[in-house]
């Protein structure tokens, strides 16, 4: 099992920034990927970001040129730094732990979840 805590979340006007962290622990070695996914309200679950222990990353296209994925292998922690946030951004962020192979994610961990609010 892997497990994982988010932090960062919070409220921030439309044009700010945030910087998620998600920390892993438990059975690291199982895994070679981290990302978010996100949820709005009465929405599905979509990726955001995603970041192989190779450096790979991934972006959805809603947030290409705002967002950075980014990683510390050895303080097995992902980041998502998020620039220019739009109140369409507003969602909870849950960080996510899994296989990365052949462009191809396979998450399998979820964490419990971060709030992030952008007001208009």
């Known amino acids: 099992q892997v497990q994982l805590v988010e932090s960062g979340g919070g409220l921030v006007q439309a044009g700010g920034s945030l910087r998620l962290s998600c920390v892993a622990s438990?059975?690291?070695?199982?895994?070679?990927?981290l990302g978010w996914y996100r949820q709005a309200p009465e929405k599905q679950r979509e990726l955001v970001a995603g970041i192989s222990s190779g450096g790979i990353t991934n972006y959805a296209y809603f947030v290409k040129g705002r967002f950075t994925i980014s990683g510390d292998n050895a303080k097995n922690t992902v980041y998502l730094q998020m620039n220019s946030l739009k109140p369409e951004d507003t969602a909870v962020y849950y960080c996510v732990a899994g296989r990365y192979s052949t462009n191809r994610y396979e998450f399998h961990y979820w964490g419990q979840g971060t709030q992030v609010t952008v007001s208009s």
């Open positions: 438990g059975s690291i070695a199982s895994i070679n990927a």
